[in-house]
């Protein structure tokens, strides 16, 4: 299953690269993140400008690592928002 921040972003269109350069972290540390290879704590600063440069609320970012089960139910939420 993909992870959210994967949805996101391909949502957006955007490559891991534009993503990394928005969000101001390093392409090798996004890619760490969509891949499971870097778990690091919800609130830390690398996921909240994940979810800001996605257009994600703040509150987002703990949930951007999860895996994504229902792709219909991420479309509708980041419709509504």
């Known amino acids: 299953m ?4 994967t949805v996101e972003r391909e949502r957006l269109r955007l490559t891991r690269k534009q993503l ?9 540390r996004e890619c760490a993140f969509e ?3 870097a778990t ?3 609130d830390s600063v ?8 996605l ?3 703040l509150e987002a970012a703990s949930t951007l690592l999860d895996e994504v089960a ?7 939420e980041a419709a509504s928002a």
Not at 46 to 53: G, Q, S, V
Not at 70 to 76: S, Y
Request: proline letters at 11%; aromatic letters at 0%; charged letters at 30%.
């Open 35 to 37: 891949n499971g290879r």
């Open 20 to 28: 990394a350069e928005r969000a101001l972290v390093s392409n090798s």
């Open 40 to 42: 690091p704590p919800g």
């Open 55 to 57: 257009g994600l609320p």
């Open 2 to 5: 993909p992870k959210r921040l």
């Open 46 to 53: 690398e996921l909240r400008r994940l979810a800001h440069a």
């Open 70 to 76: 229902d792709l219909e139910a991420v479309e509708t």
